[in-house]
């Protein structure tokens, strides 16, 4: 079993719409939950993260964090074309420079 | 502008031909690492440095070598790349941890490599 998995998508959703993103993974000790986004032919980049349960909003995004379940959501409110891309979910291990990715999903946002 | 850098951007060769991909950021960051990326896997770890001269392996490090004899540079070498090495490599770099917060990694623009 992955340490963390997400769906790949491609999810292709209308402007405007809410796009809902979420991740699964194993281990119950982690405890920061991080959000990245990636154009293409870019490197990743970090939009939001948060700490042990609870939800975190960002202008239109919300984190949401389930630790009972070990579940880990993203949702863009209003999204726009410029949200294309591929949104990976990533957790820290104990040392904190070791990162483990989720696949990524992509994301379309048709105008 | 804080960034960190990449080099080459893009590099096709063969199999055998060693090669150095270099990795540099501006941003006194104590931690750098080297990821690689490819379809359905995500971005894996390759190598990671906490300072000058301190290196460990991530979680795919074979066929992989780094250094890190500065604190600004941090570069990927491939003694004898084979073709299940084509893939993208990113650079990173974050600061040390302080605290609970966790310290953001910063990626470099990314270098897509073939080995045919």
């Known amino acids: 079993q992955k340490e963390v998995e997400q769906d790949p998508g491609p999810l292709s959703v209308p402007e405007g719409a809410i796009v809902s993103l979420n991740c699964t993974y194993s281990n119950s000790a982690f405890q920061y939950f991080m959000w990245y986004r990636q154009y293409s032919r870019k490197g990743p980049e970090l939009l939001m993260y948060?700490?042990?349960?609870g939800n975190k909003e960002d202008g239109r995004f919300t984190a949401q964090v389930d630790k009972s379940s070990k579940y880990i959501s993203l949702f863009i409110r209003d999204s726009q074309p410029s949200d294309s891309a591929t949104y990976l979910c990533?957790?820290?291990?104990?040392?904190?420079?070791?990162?483990?990715f989720g696949g990524g999903t992509r994301v379309l946002v048709k105008p | 502008e804080a960034q960190v850098t990449q080099n080459p951007r893009y590099l096709i060769t063969v199999t055998g031909k060693k090669l150095t991909v270099t990795c540099s950021q501006n941003m006194n960051h104590e931690y750098m690492s080297w990821y690689r990326q490819d379809p359905g896997l995500g971005l894996r770890q390759i190598y990671y440095?906490?300072?000058?001269?301190?290196?460990d392996k991530g979680d795919v490090p074979e066929g992989y070598k780094v250094s890190r004899k500065e604190k600004r540079n941090f570069p990927l070498i491939l003694e004898s790349p084979s073709p299940n090495q084509t893939s993208l490599y990113f650079c990173a770099s974050n600061s040390r941890l302080t605290g609970t917060t966790y310290n953001e990694q910063f990626f470099g623009p990314g270098t897509r490599l073939t080995v045919l």
């Open positions: 440095s906490m300072n000058v001269e301190v290196t």
């Open positions: 948060t700490y042990s349960s």
């Open positions: 990533a957790i820290p291990k104990a040392a904190g420079n070791k990162l483990t």
